[in-house]
């Protein structure tokens, strides 16, 4: 079982910054976990935003929609247990509840949400002069 809680939505400015964290709980290890962001906007579907894969035999990587691979970083602290997102140059574009998943089995595609078996409440980004 995973538990995903985010925090660090906020309002901000276009052109503004803003890292975003999502806190991991995992009651056991798996030999592949992918962790992601995703955002959906009012009125829109849910879109991938990044992604990290892990494997414990070392294949993995770090993916980005092209939309934001310019000016959104994914990382994560493994001691701390918790998954970001910074956000650069925000537009308004980018206004929408922001959202952390997680996925223990079954490797997919990391942009499609029904890869994901876990899902954090969200938290609302809003950008606007």
């Known amino acids: 079982q995973v538990h995903l809680v985010e925090s660090g939505g906020d309002s901000v400015q276009p052109g503004g910054s803003l890292r975003l964290s999502c806190a991991i709980s995992?009651?056991?290890?798996?030999?592949?976990?992918?962790a992601g962001w995703f955002r959906q906007a009012p009125g829109k579907e849910r879109e991938e935003v990044a992604a990290?894969?892990?494997?414990?035999?070392?294949?993995?990587?770090?993916y980005y929609a092209d939309s934001v691979k310019d000016r959104f970083s994914i990382s994560q602290d493994k001691v701390e247990n918790t998954l970001y997102l910074q956000l650069n140059s925000l537009k308004p574009e980018a206004t929408a509840v922001y959202y952390c998943?997680?996925?223990?089995?079954?490797?997919?595609?990391?942009?499609?949400?029904?890869?994901?078996?876990?899902w954090g409440q969200g938290t609302q980004v809003i950008v606007s002069s």
């Open positions: 990290i894969v892990e494997v414990k035999r070392g294949w993995g990587g770090t």
């Open positions: 998943a997680g996925a223990d089995r079954s490797p997919g595609a990391w942009y499609l949400p029904d890869s994901y078996m876990y």
């Open positions: 995992r009651s056991t290890t798996s030999s592949y976990f992918m």
